[in-house]
């Protein structure tokens, strides 16, 4: 019993519970003659929830269990061998095995005793199906996925029988309880307070989650190589590092990832800015409502371009035509590369434009309009009243805007990779070549690597760097909003 079907009839379920609910309170308070406590749809959605969260919560803690249960009994039925075939490890004979029993699925009408006892004569049956699996899968492995794919059967049919049967408890529960006086919407807003503390947890542990799995690595990383090295070394080059901590030490350099981060990053804020803001100023201020409903939308368009295409524009118009602009001017020798520094930043700074464009519209909007009239009252002019009152009193919201752009600079992947090249290098030139730390954390993962050694862990490293330089970000712009928000407060 597929788990898409049991969560299917246990809503609908209910949903029947929720109607048939509502109709039998709706009847008690037609004939009642004292005030009821709740409204009727109250005790409908009490119905419904008691009749699907307990279900549901027993489905997720039976698919857990069941499937925890099933890992460990098919990996205890491993030969012992296994360690020393051509299989390297029983993790990855019991991954194989996880992929044989998905394609033996696809093989509902041959039955489990009809199939080959070798998988040289299994592999044409699969492969009619359109399914591959590794030729290193092995004959004893059959078997097991059988095993495997009847233990999942059993183990769905059971949890979702009893799904079931705990929905249809619930429900008949919940409409047996429906009374005058039953306090069917106490009941619910608890149920409802609960849901929304969960999805407050949920989004705190998940950020928790993150950093403590960087952090654990990162502490693998600094076993290997010396943190002092990775913080202030100037030379990034992991791929020449030896397997010992001391040929490993000065190879990790975090200072030219740094600043080319924070380079081009600098380049996009100096050309997003100015731009944004303006174009948030004349939208608010200035534009007619007309003008606005075109140039808005307009200026947004370009926050739903993906990265690549600008970065597609960048290695392909961008940079060529500032380096053909630099030959001209210097009379045929082009002092701008392609791939530079310049071209990422102006290309980011772009893409940059309607995130600070639009973030900061609708905090100057925001701004009363009562702070306008008292300023023009007092005789000053639209240009004066938008520098010295509209524009102070939107400040901390416009901060915050920045700060959010000056973060998704920081994250740009794609438009360095094509705009401003691989090359980790220190350099003050923005006529030249640099890289990021997001650019080399995708290249530190790329490719068969193990996570044992450092040129894969830096990655970790690296990225708990950009999570340490987001976070003071935001504590720097939480003191700035507190204390402009101290004048007008």
Partial sequence: MSATYVVLIVLAIAVAGFVVGRHRAVTQHAGATEKPHSLAHYHGWWVFLLGSLPALLFLIVWSIGS??????????????????????????????IESLAAGLRQLPDVPADQLPATFADLRPLLAERGVALPSETQDYMIPIAVEMNAMEDRASTIGGTVAILIAVAGVLVAISRIQIRARARNKVERVVLWMLMLASAIAVLTTVGIVFSMLFETIKFFQS?????????TVWDPRFAAADSAGAEGQFGLIPLL???????????????????????????????RVRSIVKPLLEVLAGIPTIVYG????????????????AIAGGVSFIQAQSVLTAGLVM?????PFVSSLSDDIITAVPQSMRDGSLGLGATKSETIKRVVVPAALPGIVGALLLTASRAIGETMIVVLAAGVAARLTINPFEAMTTITVKIVNQLTGDLEFTSP??????????????LTLGMNVFALFIVRKYREQYE
């Avoid at 925890?68 to 390297?88: N, W």
């Avoid at 190589?225 to 070394?233: A, I, M, R």
């Avoid at 081009?264 to 948030?280: E, Q, T």
């Fill in 455 to 468: 040129q894969t862990l830096v990655a970790f490293a690296l990225g708990m760097t950009l999570f340490v």
């Fill in 349 to 353: 700074g772009v893409m940059l434009i």
């Fill in 259 to 289: 600043a080319g981060t924070l380079y081009i990053a600098l380049i996009a804020m100096l050309f997003a800015v100015p731009i944004g803001l303006m174009a948030a100023i004349y939208m608010a201020e200035y534009a007619t409502k």
């Fill in 67 to 96: 499937t925890s249960y099933i890992d460990t009994v098919t990996t205890q039925k491993l030969p012992e061998q296994t360690e020393q075939s051509a299989i390297a490890s029983r993790a990855l004979a019991r991954g194989m």
């Fill in 312 to 327: 597609f524009f960048a290695l392909v118009t961008v940079g060529p035509f500032l380096r053909d602009l630099s030959a």
């Fill in 225 to 233: 190589v010396s943190p002092l090295n990775f913080l202030f070394g």
